[in-house]
């Protein structure tokens, strides 16, 4: 069975019903996506990719990947959301991710705030969510995933890989996460999907290193996430909240 064929299927049995689209090698399958959502295309419309030229991280980074080793898939939805609270979407997407590796690959990732995939103290992997958003509201959401399965990419030392297993297995586990939590309607929506973080998480009730909201850079212990997904830290007696860029982890 082909790649498009073995994603194609994953979809389907993940009750995904609009055909997947899959592309060999494109520049980036966000980037597609975004095409395909700004001209209307529907919740759970989903892009593939074998390999990307033009891979993007998040902060503008470059995302790399090893040719036919690695998960590289954006999905698109249609959320009822305050743009406010997009970050819950994210890490929605880092949950299922962690889920579906310990399915498909038996292999223990955990999110290190807001949503690397990490193996131990290493990524493999992340999420990418882009967004368009009228009048406060959230439109339409990409949200990108790749994850190294079988293999990290060769220039990236310090990567890691989940150490095997099938990509398109991995997208079914993940599609099926994804649908069974995403309900950003339902009023338990928020409060289930903190909880299920807050036991994927890498980083609650660790050291970090931080930069606040009104860009104050901090140190102190995570102490959990708010109802926007924002990271809260306890420092000098204040609970400060971090809303984006990266945090780092100061004790190991
Ligand atoms: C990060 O920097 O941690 C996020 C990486 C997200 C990479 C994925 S690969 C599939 C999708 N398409 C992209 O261009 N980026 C995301």
Redesign the pocket.
């Known amino acids: 069975m082909s790649m498009q064929q073995a994603m194609t299927r994953a979809a389907r049995e993940a009750g995904i019903e609009i055909p997947l689209r899959y592309h060999d090698v494109t520049e980036?399958?966000?980037?597609t996506a975004l095409r395909l959502a700004d001209e209307g295309a529907p919740e759970w419309t989903i892009v593939v990719a074998g390999h990307?030229t033009g891979?993007?991280?998040?902060l503008g980074?470059t995302?790399l990947s090893e040719p036919g080793a690695a998960l590289?898939?954006?999905v698109v939805l249609w959320p009822d959301l305050e743009a406010s609270r997009a970050g819950l979407l994210t890490l929605l997407a880092g949950v299922a991710m962690a889920e579906a590796a310990r399915v498909a690959c038996d292999a223990e990732v955990r999110c290190k705030w807001p949503n690397?995939l990490m193996v131990g103290e290493r990524k493999a992997g992340?999420?990418?969510a882009e967004s368009a958003v009228a009048a406060g509201r959230l439109t339409h959401v990409v949200i990108?995933?790749?994850v190294n399965v079988a293999a990290a990419p060769a220039d990236a030392p310090r990567a890691a890989s989940l150490g095997g297993g099938d990509p398109a297995v991995l997208l079914q586990a993940y599609l099926s996460c994804l649908k069974q939590r995403y309900h950003p309607g339902d009023e338990a929506f928020a409060e289930e999907l903190l909880e299920a973080y807050r036991r994927a998480s890498s980083t609650i009730g660790r050291r970090v290193r931080a930069m606040t909201t009104d860009g104050r850079t901090i140190d102190g212990v995570a102490t959990g996430v708010d109802a926007s997904g924002n990271l809260l830290v306890e420092s000098d007696g204040e609970t400060e909240v971090v809303a984006h860029g990266e945090i780092a982890h100061l004790d190991g």
């Open positions: 980036s399958t966000n980037t990307q891979g993007k991280g998040r980074r995302w590289l898939c954006s690397d992340g999420i990418l990108g995933a790749g």
